[in-house]
């Protein structure tokens, strides 16, 4: 499917006043990527319909995802939900604010629990998430994808953005939490906020070598049958 001509002109995401950029993230991996078919990989992301196969679906899905929803574009960002267990070790939580004698422990940690793990859901215990993607194809065969990954609870963002560059995979993320402003929160614990920043940089750096080895395995350049023909006739 050729690439949407929004995909080829210098935007910006909606509500935003600048294009993505590294300086907002930490990066994670630097990595050579070699003999990758940036092309095929610029049409893929850049398609009106993506399937199992897709990149960022198919890595997701590697990571434990599910209920997959994925909707259409809005300019050169699209939608996504999804079900993900978080894995957050809620009754370690709850043991420190005891320990620190937080009156409020249980109704705090039980209603963290209840959203997210705790209570059996539809998809198993697992939490839903909202995500948004946004895909910017750039000259001299840059792609540059960012997306955000967001959870009722904790409150919280998670943002990642990787880059394909003359044989190269960045990958960056960070974590951004969110306050209403009005009930107390577990997150208000400097402790508690370094120990789920730490866990969810190292979910996203795993995520991150997930789509590294997708992206090792797809659109690799076919030799040319005449550079095949050639070597053959060196080689005889």
């Known amino acids: 499917v050729p690439a949407p001509a929004w995909f080829l002109r210098s935007g910006r ?79 370690r939580i709850k043991t420190y604010l005891r320990i620190r004698g937080r009156e409020d422990a249980d109704v705090d940690t039980h209603t963290a ?21 946004s895909v910017y194809i750039r000259p001299r065969e840059l792609v540059l994808v960012e997306s955000s990954y967001a959870v009722a609870m904790p409150a919280l963002r998670l943002r990642m953005i990787f880059s394909l560059q003359e044989g190269k995979y960045v990958f960056g993320s960070a974590v951004e939490f969110e306050s209403n402003g009005r009930t107390p929160s577990v997150m208000e614990y400097r402790v508690v906020r370094h120990f789920m920043e730490m866990g969810f940089m190292e979910a996203a750096k795993k995520y991150g070598r997930t789509l590294l080895a997708e992206l090792q395995k797809k659109g690799r350049r076919e030799p040319c049958h005449g550079a095949v023909a050639g070597a053959a006739e060196a080689t005889a």
Not at 44 to 66: N, R, Y
């Open 13 to 91: 995401l909606p509500g935003r006043r600048r294009e993505a950029s590294f300086s907002d993230y930490q990066v994670l991996i630097e990595e050579p990527l070699a003999d990758v078919d940036l092309h095929a990989v610029e049409q893929e992301l850049a398609a009106e319909h993506w399937t199992d196969d897709t990149l960022l679906i198919k890595a997701l899905v590697q990571e434990g995802a599910s209920n997959v929803d994925v909707l259409p574009w809005a300019g050169r960002s699209r939608d996504m939900t999804f079900q993900l267990r978080l894995g957050i070790p809620w009754d």
């Open 113 to 133: 629990a209840t959203a997210s793990v705790a209570v059996p859901a539809r998809s198993g215990g697992a939490t839903d998430v909202a995500a948004r993607h």
